[in-house]
């Protein structure tokens, strides 16, 4: 079978650096002489990227399912394009995937200091329609590709806020951040045992510690992404399968 291209996710808090981070890596693999195709969640320049724009900026207001949706949508959107320079042996370089996608819509419903295991798995609904959880946020991006890796730059809120403040956009608050964080953690573990018990639909996931000088966070992003530069042998997975 025909070596395909790797699909490299990076995820992380808002001014994690990560898009600073994915920048210099898509030049690092350009240098080393590989095709790379950059993508970016959300990709505001759909008709779906147009409404979730209007959402973040504060110029519509929207359910949050609906919204969760939206972000969904929006992958799908391009799932096909994905798949389609994989399999011409690029690497696909993606700024943000489902895993914000469901790390962002659960973070809405945690209270500031959260007790995950006992908020994001529970069920209510006490007439109301029902908080969104874990089980019903992963439901609309299953079943997508599946990066081979993804790597979270993680951060401390109070040190993502020391880069120049958050911006105006809806999420870009230090208490939604740090519930942002705390999911991301619950899904890492989750992905690292799924892999760890042989299921590979999820692809591999790495905490990057982005506290750190940039060269030092690109260095080690660096050794995780040169093995996959000559691609993979395995057909793509599918998220959550
Ligand atoms: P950006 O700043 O990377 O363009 O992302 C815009 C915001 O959208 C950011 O706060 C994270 C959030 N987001 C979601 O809530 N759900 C998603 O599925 C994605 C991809 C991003």
């Known amino acids: 079978m025909a070596r395909r291209g790797a699909f490299v996710v990076v ?8 898009t600073t981070q994915t920048d210099i890596l898509r030049q690092r693999i350009q ?18 990227g147009k409404m979730i724009d209007l959402y973040l900026r504060s110029q519509s207001d929207l359910d949050d399912h609906v919204v969760h949706l939206l972000f969904s949508a929006n992958r799908w959107e391009l799932a096909s394009t994905i798949l389609s320079h994989l399999e011409q042996g690029k690497l696909v370089l993606c700024d943000r995937y489902a895993f914000s996608g469901i790390a962002f819509s659960v973070a809405k419903i945690l209270p500031s200091q959260p007790s995950l295991s006992t908020t994001i798995h529970s069920e209510q609904s006490f007439g109301k329609l029902s908080p969104i959880n874990l089980t019903w946020a992963r439901a609309p991006d299953s079943a997508l590709p599946s990066p081979d890796l993804t790597l979270f730059l993680d951060v401390s809120p109070e040190v993502a806020y020391t880069r120049g403040g958050y911006g105006e956009e809806r999420y870009e608050k230090a208490d939604m951040q740090s519930r942002v964080r705390s999911v991301f953690e619950e899904i890492g573990r989750e992905v690292s045992a799924d ?3 042989g299921k590979h639909g999820n692809g591999k996931w790495i905490v990057i510690d982005a506290g750190r000088e940039m060269h030092t966070v690109t260095e080690e992003i660096w050794r995780h992404v040169q093995p996959l530069l000559d691609g993979v042998e395995s057909s793509v997975g599918r998220l959550w399968a």
């Open 195 to 197: 892999a760890g018990e």
């Open 11 to 18: 995820e992380g808090l808002d001014r994690s650096g990560k």
């Open 31 to 48: 240098e080393a002489g590989k095709e790379v195709a950059c993508v970016k969640f959300p990709d505001r320049s759909t008709p779906i």
